[in-house]
Structures are given as C-alpha cells and as structure tokens.
C-alpha cells in the first residue's frame, strides 16, 4: 500500500463571517470524513499547520537568505496536510474528492510519498 | 470505532457553547465585546484544527479552554492594574478547571440569566432587543436571525450594534440587582415569547419550525421560573404556555416540510413530557390570584392538548378564554384567533362578521392569516369564488415557503382544480 501527501490549500478570507451552527456543519461534515477513512484503515496522520505565513530559505552568495514566505504575492496558504495510504494516485484522489476541504473552496494537492 | 466515539458532537454544541461561554466570559471581562470575540475565535479555533485531528474526547472541554486561554491572551493587551489582571487570571483560570463538573453548567446557566436581565434594559425596544438576545443568547449568526425576523442581514447587523452600543452606555457596570431584575422581568418575559414565537413558525425561509429556537426560549423561561428572584406566576405560565406548544412540534410538518393543521397531526406523537410539564406549571401557575395573557393562552393550549381529538376540542370554552384574553390585551392578532374558535363552537357565519372589522387594524394590514382565515371561513359556507379570490390575496403577503405552499394547495380546492378533500 503506498502514501500519499494531501496538501490543503485554502484562502485565509474562507469562514470569516460564519456563524456557531454553520461552523457545526463544517466539522460534522470532517467528522464524518474522518470515520469513514479511519474504519478503512486509511488515514496514517493529519496535521495542521500554524497560521503565519512561515518561513523560506534561498541559496545566497554568502548565508542563506531567510525571509518570510512564501511568496509575495499569494492569496493561498497551505493549511495543513494529510497523510493517507491507497494503492495508486487514482485511488488517492478517489479518497480525497470528498474531502470537505474542497467543498469549502480549497484545494488538494496529492504527492505520492517514495517509499525508497 | 465504538459508539461513544462515533457522536462526539452534540446536537449544536457550537450553538449552545456560545452561548454560555459569551455568558460567562461578559461576567469575567465586564465587556461582551471582547466576550463574543474570544468565543468566536475559540470556536473558529477548532473549525480549523478539528478536520485535522479529529473531534476531541471531550468537545465542551476543548472549547472552553479554548475560551479561556485566548481570553488570557487578550488580557496581556489591556493596560488594567496589576491586581485586577491576576483577578480576572485567576476566575479565567477557575472556569477551565471547573469544566468537568455540573457545578459549571450550574454557574453558566447564571450568567446566561444575568445576560439576559442586562440586555432587557428598559431603554431597548423589542425590535432591538430580539436580534440582540438571539445573538447574544442564542448563538444565531446575523444571516440566521435576519431570516428569522424577516429583515435584511444588514439591517440585524445594525440593530444589534445600536442595541450594544446603548447598553454598554446605559449599563457599564453589569450590576444587575434584585430591584432590576423584578423590573425587567415583563420585558425579559416578552423576549423570550417572541423568541418562542419565532421558532414555532418561522417567519421567512423555508422552515417553518426553528424547534432548536423554541428550545433555547424554554430552556431560558425555565431558567426564570426557577430563579430566586425573578420567578413568578407569569414565567411558570409562560413555561407552561411553552411546553404545551413544544410538544406539538414534532407534528408541525409532515414527511415533505409540508404544514399540518391541528386537525390532522396524530395526537400520539405529541411530546408526552412536554406536555406533563406543561399541565404542571400551569397548575402551579394559577395556584395565585394574579391571571396574566401568559395564563390564557397557556390554558387555551391546555385545551387542545387534552382533547383526545380535534373534533372532541372544548371550542366553546376556547371561545370564552380568546374573550378573556381580547379584553386583557386589546390585539386584534388575538381578536383573529378568536373568530377562528368562533367558527368552531358556532360554525363560520357566526365568525365571518368578526373579521369585518379586522382589515383596519394596522398590526394586521400585511398579515397572510387574515385574509387566509377569511378564506377558510367562505369555504366552509360554500362560498368558493370569494374564498379563491382571499387565498390569492393571502399568497401575496409575506409568509414563509411552507405556508406558502399550503395556501397554494388550498386556493387549488377552492377553484375546483384539485379535488378537495
């Protein structure tokens, strides 16, 4: 069974006026997505990421440079990530497609993980 | 995964934690403010750190430390004198610790009273002071309660701001004594009826029960009745009134969202406990001398409760408690209701007279049942034409989708296009 990396791109504007009982929804909506992967077995580990902006390190003559990352420009932050087993990209996305994440207007990046 | 896991999230626990925690946090930091800031924070907290982890073992724990820790954080901000800042650390700290224990549903439960007190300040008019109690209290966001009292979000927006804006002036010391609380105990009354109101039929969108709104204004009633100072024969009727009327909710709607009259909701399926509580109080309630509009209409929903059918319903004693309750309170919303028990105990043309007079009335002019009542009325005396003519006039004004769609049913029957039933 291979891994794969999902990581949950979203805009930081997304739930800002949402109300107690709609944030219920959202949660019972992962709620739900959660159980279903953990009775198949398939989620090894899921982590959220802090909400700043992070770091990034480029190569520089002298030090490396470190400025605040990651990209000037970006409207996106990686919000956090999980970690899941399937037997190919094809299954993994099946697994990922109905991750609520998306339905919230996110989006998942899929890696495979090299098992070498 | 075992079943104690399976449902860690109670029905609208976010709901019911903004609630208290706004409660109780407004008690702590003196500002409701910063109280509904830290909660939102809290509860936006585990928005985004839950879908990660999973539900927590304890989902009430975790948001009030939640709470509790971002209020400490928020403290660090303010220039307050040492002494108070350890104060104010040191209850924030006691509230975490207590989470475990029914003491602390104890505490919040007072908080969510003495908020409720506070924000029935005489100076607030009930249109502000709905929004405000159903933000503060009930944990409705502004979309929800914009659709609740049939008003724009922006205009639930501004109102609660002006609402907060005059408290926080008329009010800054958050003292509520036993004098104010006996003096607001009407308006406090008032609020949690319309709130109830609200819930029971739902004034916009497509739902037209908001049990979970009749929920929170009982729970809230039972909390004044019960209170050393503020109970009195009123709250225990209007907890009686709110029990008896609780307890047709799982009837109001039919399989597809569709309405059902009294006449055909199956009268087993009415709430047994509910219905127990609410003879009870209302028993109690009439135990003294003072008889209030509480009184009435919680003894004219006993009436139909303890009908075994709707044929068997005393219409006539019905009648006599809408003529009480006419001469208490002078509205023609409850002269409406009357001419209906009219119509029952002494048939329709006896009623149709009594709504004659009805169309002048201001507080009526845009009301859906007026016409729809009149509609009923005619087609019962065999008068199809003009009851058509009334239903369409009825789908004009604005009621909710259900509603809607029933008056829609009941305008087909009348113009012969469906077989009537």
Redesign the interface.
């Known amino acids: 069974m291979a891994q794969f990396l999902l990581l949950l791109h979203e805009k930081p504007e997304t ?1 800002a ?8 929804q ?3 909506k ?2 739900a997505w ?2 279903k992967l ?2 198949e077995q398939k989620l090894v580990d ?3 990421l802090t ?1 700043d902006v992070g770091r990034v390190l480029r190569p520089s003559d002298s030090e490396p440079l470190v400025t605040d990352g990651p990209y000037s420009e970006t409207k996106e932050v990686i ?2 990530f ?1 970690v899941v087993e399937a037997t190919d990209y094809d299954a993994a996305c099946t697994l990922a497609s109905d991750c ?2 998306l339905a919230y207007g996110g989006n998942i990046e899929v890696r495979e993980v090299d098992p070498a | 995964m075992s079943p104690e896991t399976v449902q860690r999230l109670v029905d609208n626990l976010f709901r019911h934690q903004w609630g208290q925690l706004v409660a109780t946090l407004t008690r702590i930091l003196g500002d409701f403010d910063l109280a509904e800031e830290v909660v939102q924070e809290a509860l936006l907290k585990a928005l985004r750190i839950w879908p990660y982890r999973g539900i927590p073992d304890n989902p009430r724990a975790w948001l009030v430390t939640a709470a509790r820790n971002r209020a400490l954080d928020q403290l660090r901000h303010f220039s307050i004198h040492q002494k108070k800042a350890d104060e104010l650390t040191q209850s924030l700290r006691l509230l975490a610790d207590a989470c475990p224990t029914p003491r602390l549903s104890e505490l919040m439960a007072d908080d969510q009273l003495k908020l409720l007190f506070l924000c029935c300040h005489p100076s607030l008019s009930p249109d502000s002071l709905l929004p405000l109690t159903l933000k503060l209290l009930g944990g409705l966001g502004n979309d929800e309660i914009a659709r609740a009292l049939l008003i724009q979000p922006s205009t639930a927006a501004q109102r609660i701001v002006r609402a907060k804006r005059r408290l926080r002036q008329q009010e800054p010391d958050f003292d509520l004594t036993p004098a104010k609380t006996r003096q607001r105990r009407e308006a406090v009354l008032k609020v949690l009826y319309l709130m109830f109101n609200e819930g029971y039929a739902a004034s916009g969108g497509d739902s037209l029960v908001r049990s979970d709104l009749c929920r929170e204004a009982l729970r809230l009633a039972i909390l004044v009745a019960d209170h050393a100072v503020a109970a009195c024969a009123e709250a225990d009727a209007l907890v009686a009134l709110m029990s008896l009327q609780s307890a047709r909710l799982p009837q109001r709607l039919d399989a597809g969202g569709g309405l059902l009259l009294l006449q055909t909701q199956d009268r087993s399926e009415w709430d047994a406990e509910s219905l127990k509580t609410g003879f009870e109080r209302l028993e109690k309630a009439t135990r003294g001398k003072r008889i209030s509009e509480y009184h009435l209409q919680a003894a004219i929903a006993a009436e139909h409760a303890s009908a075994p059918t709707f044929e068997a319903t005393d219409w006539c004693r019905i009648a006599l408690l809408y003529d009480d309750l006419l001469a208490m309170t002078g509205s023609p919303l409850v002269a409406l209701n009357r001419a209906v028990a009219v119509a029952h105990s002494r048939g329709a043309a006896s009623a149709l007279p009594l709504l004659d007079s009805l169309g002048e009335a201001p507080e009526l002019k845009d009301y859906y049942l007026l016409p729809a009542t009149r509609a009923r009325f005619l087609s019962a005396m065999g008068r199809r034409d003009e009851a058509a003519e009334c239903f369409r006039r009825a789908i004009e004004l604005p009621c909710n989708e259900a509603e809607k769609r029933f008056l829609r049913k009941c305008l087909a029957e009348a113009e012969g296009t469906v077989a009537g039933d």
């Open positions: 739930f006026q949402i109300s107690p009982a709609q944030m219920q959202v949660i019972e992962y709620r959660h159980e953990a009775t899921g982590r959220k909400d919000g956090g999980f609520p994440h």
